[in-house]
T-cell receptor, first 110, second 113 residues
């Protein structure tokens, strides 16, 4: 049974701060790692993908992957109130279907 | 920007009825998926579809469910004899042949009464 674990939160950070979201996964054969943002009542929106160990930066977002520790993280710099959402970690192997974590609810306080 | 579109946005059906949820994937994508999310729970994989056949399916995707690509643009999920516990958001997603990034439609909220 493939598992993806996330701290459910809620995580609250002040506006302008760095938000740090973490995820661990159980299947060592996992190849692709994603962060999705989900606003309440809406669909998951892809914000980052990462496939190899290390850091990947895109604007205010940085994804970090450590396959040896089976750990993925997402940093959001200069957090804005509009970043308030649930962040879903998702993992896939060769078969492409995504296994999602339960999500971390982030609130950015003005 | 290309997007996955789903219809209807909300469907209410009586227990035991059949429903068909419709999706138009991104036009140059070849992998299609259905996921569902019961209120307050994780997004769960149901089925993936490639080259006109099911490539993977989860334990949830039993004989009650079926998928079809009736033409060059639509991708449908049929749920036969709906049960109360089928009430959920159903998301269609698609991905291209290169990187496996999946893009989701806005979802269909299915309510079984």
């Amino acid at each position: 049974q493939k598992e993806v674990e996330q701290n459910s939160g809620p995580l609250s950070v002040p506006e302008g701060a760095i938000a740090s979201l973490n995820c661990t996964y159980s299947d060592r054969g996992s190849q692709s790692f994603f962060w999705y943002r989900q606003y309440s009542g809406k669909s998951p929106e892809l914000i980052m993908s990462i496939y190899s160990n290390g850091d990947k930066e895109d604007g205010r977002f940085t994804a970090q992957l450590n396959k040896a520790s089976q750990y993925v993280s997402l940093l959001i710099r200069d957090s804005q109130p509009s970043d308030s959402a649930t962040y879903l970690c998702a993992v896939s192997g060769s078969a492409r279907q995504l296994t999602f974590g339960s999500g971390t609810q982030l609130t950015v306080l003005p | 920007e290309p997007e996955v579109t789903q219809t209807p946005s909300h469907q209410v059906t009586q227990m035991g009825q059949e429903v068909i949820l419709r999706c138009v994937p991104i036009s140059n994508h070849l992998y299609f998926y259905w996921y569902r999310q019961i209120l307050g729970q994780k997004v769960e994989f149901l089925v993936s579809f490639y080259n006109n056949e099911i490539s993977e399916k989860s334990e949830i995707f039993d004989d009650q469910f079926s998928v079809e690509r009736p033409d060059g643009s639509n991708f449908t999920l049929k749920i036969r004899s709906t049960k109360l516990e089928d009430s959920a958001m159903y998301f269609c997603a698609s991905s291209g042949t290169g990187v496996p990034e999946a893009f989701f439609g806005q979802g269909t909220r299915l309510t079984v009464v």
